[in-house]
């Protein structure tokens, strides 16, 4: 187990760049600029880039330095550039009706995380673990998945959606780097693929949105009920 | 023996993508695919009888066939046949031939993605398998680009994405209870979970155990996260419609049932089929909410699908060999009756061109044959001898009786009461209510025989299983069932 002899350095390193990480999911949730959720998420996957890199170096999994280079490269380069392709095609500049108001949204956030915090510092305690850097990374992975669940119900432009989806996978993707960083390699590189797959098959989605409905407000989908 | 037939398995279908996008001719397209399902159907017709030796693992224990896998890979393999055969009658009626290459890409696509999940040996595995399904299926929803079948493919999408995300943090969790007992580097298959899950933190295990039941439950279609299920059923083509329900919605259920089987060996208290009980209870409840009052004639059958998904979460959530085997039973009774189901739609659907139970009417006098197999296919479905799914619900009632969660079954069979006289209202209606005199509607188009042979392939075998039932298949489905309980869970032995 890496985090139960962790340096204090390291554990302070690696709460940081995890608290950091949170700190930018409530900057999309309190933005309502598509172009601001788009750099707040590139930032998050080079921190997580960052995060997987000093796991590495302070745990000696010399694998996980190519999975630091695979996530800034995929998640920091490549997805952003492909969603900006799509947020440059929408000619949707921000969010135009707001089920939510952003200041509310962001009290609803903080209120996630207490709740993740207390589940979290509930399964630190019975693994006997309590106060350390796992319970962070709980809590940082369990709110930033109802962070990212958050924005996909109060948010309804197709791309605050797409990365609603890609927050979950964020938060999912910081707790395991430190949580299990002897993950297998081969399944990390698979699901880094299968997130660029999934995000050109959104962006085909949306071009079908635009060109065969005429809206790519979630909102105006309503044929389908009953 | 075995690992040649899963490879013909994987290669059949994947060579017909590769020869579809290189030819890119309508006809060979259509012959290629038909070509892959029966090879694909002929080799999983002998996997359950080769299981049977034990589990057998192959490439580095990432792939696995065992009598369960088996199972379900023989219910893909049969939807994918024939709703292949189907497609080729239906899809000439749509028109546009020059789209009918990528769409049997894309099918065939779609029936590898269903036969490869149930073989995923690692847990990372499988959830990329199940995600690969959502995203090529995505595409088949949305393939006749109506505004409609958009936005059903993408409310398919964003909530199936978003479920199975939760999916994935509940492996990731089930790998990190696990790192606590194996050290951090270990191949996360289905045995090794299972055989440390004794030694795994109690709480984790049940956090990741309910995250991944929401997650896989979202892919399986259990009320109340079947919201994209309806849509999604409902506005693509019908042989696509009928290889979601008979064949992706199991191999997602794989997933549930082999979590089940890994905290199961735990021994966590009554809690995880509790949890999954009154999903399975309240799909019926929702599907019979919503059977009651439909009027798009494909989404009567959507809902009926997150019917027959509630009855075998219940099956299997009630467990022991009853429970277990009333739900691989129901497993294979349900691709069967739903794929019959789903082709007599949509043949109707183009037949009358509308979707609306209200505008479709005098089916059994315009169609005698097609009429009559489609009405004995809706008798079938809601569970009346003498077919399967009369014996494979009675079984799943039974497992309830005896197990601890009476009530369950109690209201099972309130709700398919229910469920069984508002469907068959549908069908009253669209059979023997007359139509008005001033409102004649145009002729409606003959059903081709592409269209009917299926709907015939589906229904003997349904009888012939409702009728007769070989000894053999009980005791493989109480081999699965030993393999799924710990030994000293089991309740009830005797059929």
């Not at chain 1, 187990?1 to 930018?24: E, K, R």
């Not at chain 1, 993740?116 to 350390?132: C, E, M, Q, R, S």
């Amino acid at each position: 187990m890496l985090v139960a002899h962790l340096s204090p350095l390291a554990a302070s390193l690696f709460s940081l760049i995890a608290i950091a990480s949170l700190l930018l999911a409530f900057v999309m949730l309190g933005s309502r600029w598509l172009r601001h959720y788009l750099y707040a998420f590139a930032l998050e996957s080079w921190l997580i880039a960052a995060l997987s890199a000093a796991v590495g170096y302070y745990g000696q999994y010399p694998e996980l330095y190519l999975i630091a280079i695979l996530t800034a490269v995929f998640r920091g380069c490549l997805l952003p550039y492909l969603l900006l392709r799509i947020v440059r095609r929408l000619n949707v500049a921000r969010e135009l009706h707001v089920v939510v108001q952003a200041s509310s949204s962001l009290v609803i956030g903080a209120f996630a995380v207490v709740f993740a915090l207390v589940v979290a510092t509930h399964i630190g305690d019975t693994l006997g673990l309590g106060g350390t850097v796992v319970v962070l990374a709980l809590t940082v992975m369990l709110s930033m998945k109802l962070i990212g669940f958050l924005m996909l119900t109060v948010r309804h432009e197709a791309i605050s959606q797409i990365l609603g989806l890609l927050v979950l996978e964020n938060g999912i993707f910081l707790g395991s780097q430190i949580l299990v960083p002897g993950m297998p390699l081969l399944l990390e590189i698979v699901i880094l693929f299968d997130l660029l797959i999934i995000v050109a098959c959104f962006g085909l989605l949306v071009q079908y949105l635009i060109s065969h409905v005429g809206t790519t407000s979630s909102l105006k989908l309503r044929r389908l009920v009953g | 023996m075995v690992g040649a037939l899963l490879l013909t398995i994987v290669l059949a279908p994947s060579a017909a993508i590769v020869l579809i996008l290189l030819a890119r001719r309508p006809r060979l397209a259509e012959g290629l695919n038909l070509a892959a399902s029966v090879i694909a159907f002929l080799a999983a017709l002998a996997l359950p009888a080769l299981s049977l030796t034990g589990a057998h693992v192959y490439w580095a224990s990432y792939i696995i066939l065992d009598p369960f896998g088996a199972w379900v890979i023989l219910c893909s393999a049969i939807v994918y046949l024939l709703a292949s055969i189907y497609a080729i009658g239906y899809m000439r009626l749509l028109e546009e031939e020059d789209s009918l290459p990528r769409f049997y890409a894309l099918f065939a696509g779609f029936g590898l993605t269903t036969l490869v999940g149930p073989m995923m040996n690692s847990a990372g595995l499988y959830w990329i398998a199940i995600e690969l399904t959502t995203l090529v299926s995505a595409f088949l929803v949305a393939f006749e680009r109506a505004p409609e079948s958009i936005e059903a493919a993408w409310k398919y999408i964003i909530v199936v994405s978003g479920g199975i995300s939760l999916a994935l943090l509940g492996t990731v969790l089930f790998y990190w209870a696990g790192s606590f007992v194996l050290g951090p580097h270990y191949d996360m298959t289905w045995a090794v979970l299972r055989g440390a899950a004794p030694q795994m933190n109690p709480a984790v295990l049940l956090l990741a155990f309910l995250l991944v039941l929401v997650g896989y439950g979202t892919k399986v279609g259990l009320a109340p996260m079947h919201t994209w299920l309806p849509d999604a059923h409902s506005e693509g083509p019908a042989p696509v419609s009928a290889l979601l329900s008979g064949a992706l919605l199991n191999t997602a259920m794989v997933g549930i049932v082999r979590y089940l089987a890994i905290i199961e060996a735990a021994h966590p208290g009554p809690l995880p089929r509790l949890v999954l009980v009154v999903l399975g209870a309240f799909s019926l409840f929702v599907a019979a909410m919503f059977i009651v009052r439909q009027r798009g004639i494909k989404r009567l059958m959507a809902y009926s699908s997150v019917e027959h998904m509630g009855i075998m979460a219940l099956g299997f959530g009630f467990g022991g060999v009853l429970g277990v085997a009333g739900a691989l039973y129901h497993m294979l009774n349900h691709t069967l009756n739903k794929s019959l189901m789903f082709f007599g739609a949509g043949s109707m659907m183009r037949s009358y061109q509308t979707k609306d139970i209200g505008a479709i009417r005098d089916v059994g006098r315009r169609f005698p044959v097609v009429g009559a197999l489609w009405l004995a296919g809706a008798v079938a479905i809601t569970g009346a001898p003498p077919f399967g799914l009369f014996a494979s619900e009675f079984t799943i009632l039974r497992a309830g009786l005896r197990g601890p969660q009476v009530w369950a079954a109690i209201v099972m069979a309130l709700l398919l009461i229910v469920i069984f006289i508002a469907f068959l209202n549908h069908f009253r209606e669209m059979y023997f209510t007359p139509t008005p005199a001033e409102a004649e509607p145009a002729p409606a188009r003959p059903v081709g025989a592409w269209c009917a042979v299926p709907m015939w392939l589906a229904l003997v075998p349904l009888l012939v299983f409702g009728l007769w039932w070989p000894e053999a298949i009980w005791q493989y489905f109480g081999a699965i069932a030993h393999g799924l309980t710990p030994s000293s869970g089991v309740i009830g032995t005797g059929l």
